[in-house]
Each structure stands twice: as C-alpha cells, then as structure tokens.
C-alpha cells in the first residue's frame, strides 16, 4: 500500500512527471527527492555514493510508488553537464534541483591550492552554468518546468573562511535571478532558495572535524529546506528560507529582490531594445 496523501497533480502536471535531483544521496537533496515523489513525481537521483542512492530510491519506490533512476556521477569532473543531462535521456524532465554545492574544500583562501578550489569552482560554477544551460534548452522547448538552485546566505556577502564558497553562492544567485527574468515568459520557473545553517550529515561532519557541538547553532531542518523550495517554485527569483516573510529588507525580501530583477532587466531595454 504506498502512501498517497501529499500527492499534488498540479504539481506533478506543472514540474512533473520526472524531476532530477543532483546530489540527492543525503540531507537537504534527499528531502526533496522524498517530497517530490510524495507529490507523485518520478525521480532521478544524482550524486557519487551508490549505495545511498540506491537506498533512497527504494525508500520511494515502496512508500510512494513512483519510478526512479539512479546515477553515480562526480559533478567536479570536466564534463559532469554532460553527464548530468545523460541521466534524464529518454524521460520527460519536468524540474532539475541543483542541489550538491557545499564547502567541499573548506578554510582560508591560501590554506588551499589552486588545484583544490578549481574542484569547488568545477561544481559550483563551470557544471552549474552548464547543466543550467541545458536543462533550460530542454525545458523552454517543452513549454513548462522548473529548475531550482539551492543556495546560501553567504552569497550575501565575502567572509572570511568562505572565500570561494560565498563567491560561487553568489554567481548563483545572479545567475538564477537573471534566468528567472529570461525564462519566466518561456513558461520555465526558477528558483533560488537561500538558506543559512542547516541540518545535513555535511555539516555534521564539519562540527565533528573541528570538535564543535552542533548544538552551539539554530539549525534549519532539511525537511523545511524542501518544503519551502517545492512550495514556493513559482514565487522567484529568490526565497531566502530564514526570512520567509520579510517584505521591506531589500537583500531578503522576495518582493523587493523581484522589483529590482525587473527593474534592472527592463533598463536594458535603453540599450538592447525591447526584451
Ligand atoms: N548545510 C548547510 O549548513 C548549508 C548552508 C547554506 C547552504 N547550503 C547549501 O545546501 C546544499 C546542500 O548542502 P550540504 O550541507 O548537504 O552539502 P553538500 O556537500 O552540497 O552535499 C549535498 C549532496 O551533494 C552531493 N555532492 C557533493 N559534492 C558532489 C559532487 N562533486 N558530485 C556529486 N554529488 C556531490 C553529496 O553526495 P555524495 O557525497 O554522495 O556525492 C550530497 O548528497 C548546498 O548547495 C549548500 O551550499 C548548506
């Protein structure tokens, strides 16, 4: 017997019937992976450990009764769009979740190579870029879909310890906001979801390294992460998860930052002509 309680139609005609979740082995892509196919979507599940692919995928085939596919893919290799785009070959993609974007090398700028932040900046920027511009060749060719971008608080602003981190969170950002101006009429909804520090395994392992108690710190849920991007899809460019419903700080709240995308697009037109 699967459970059919949150199934959402709307949903699965509007972002279905299959979503891809890239880096969906644990935390805050996981839920969503859960919450889509609790809607009744199929889901593609991306990230490089198999085994907790594998597990989840089961988890949704027996309790929601959907389809799934599992892919193990490095996304800081040279051709990961590629690749990724591969994983959705012959299913009728619907929403594309960038979720794998975290701190994967960690600490100050000169503690590290180069070497090692070209991996952060693969990830988070080249594949990024990439995948985005394929998924949303695919999706304006069907008429109708999503993409989300999971990103961070640090996108506000550089500090310190989070160099290239904050740096890519904030190229995200732009690129999401801009793509939601340009997709938007293509009937193609992006999302950027801004969150602080939340509860995921990631974290937990970054407390333990350091000795640190998790309980030092409000932690988000990774179950709200989810809930707030499925739920708000339609309400881009931006959603900052800690200020839901700030509506007069011009970094947080959705409607301002909305104003300005819109504002700022349509001063092109002084330039570029009509959009
Ligand atoms: N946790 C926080 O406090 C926090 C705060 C602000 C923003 N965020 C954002 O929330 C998102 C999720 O963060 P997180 O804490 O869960 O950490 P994360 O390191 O982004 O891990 C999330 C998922 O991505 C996968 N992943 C990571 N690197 C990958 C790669 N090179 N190729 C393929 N898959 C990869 C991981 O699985 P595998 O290891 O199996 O590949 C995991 O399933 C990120 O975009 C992060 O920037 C998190």
């Known amino acids: 017997m699967t459970d059919d309680s949150r199934r959402d139609p709307t949903f699965v005609s509007k972002y279905g019937p299959w979503v891809l979740v890239s880096g969906a082995s644990e935390g805050t892509g996981a839920e969503m992976a859960l919450l889509a196919a609790a809607k009744g979507c199929n889901v593609i599940l991306v990230a490089r450990r198999m085994e907790k692919l594998e597990a989840l995928a089961a988890t949704l085939r027996q309790t929601y009764g959907v389809e799934t596919r599992t892919r193990s893919l490095d996304l800081a290799g040279p051709d990961a769009a590629a690749q990724l785009e591969a994983c959705a070959d012959g299913l009728d993609l619907g929403l594309v979740i960038f979720n794998a974007g975290g701190d994967s090398v960690g600490g100050r700028f000169l503690d590290s190579s180069y070497a090692q932040w070209r991996t952060l900046l693969q990830r988070n920027i080249d594949t ?27 996108a506000f602003q550089g500090t310190g310890r989070l160099a290239l981190y904050s740096a890519t969170k904030a190229y995200a950002l732009n690129l999401g906001e801009s793509l939601w101006r340009e997709l938007k009429p ?13 509860d995921t395994p990631k974290l937990r392992t970054v407390f333990a390294r350091n000795n640190l108690s998790p ?3 409000p932690l988000t849920l990774a179950e709200d992460v989810a809930r707030v991007a499925l739920d708000h899809l339609g309400d881009g460019p931006t959603v900052v998860l800690s200020a839901l419903e700030n509506d007069d700080n011009p970094m947080l709240s959705r409607r301002l930052r909305r104003e300005r995308v819109i504002y700022h697009s349509e001063f092109l037109n002084h330039f570029y002509g009509p959009e």
Do not use: P, Q, W, Y
Request: with cysteine; glycine share 14%.
């Open 128 to 154: 990024l870029t990439d995948a985005c511009h394929r998924f949303a060749t695919v999706l304006v060719e069907r008429g109708k879909g999503g993409m989300i971008l999971i990103g961070s608080e640090a």
């Open 186 to 198: 293509r009937g193609v909804d992006v999302l950027n979801v801004l969150i602080g520090a939340t």
């Open 215 to 217: 309980d030092a710190v």
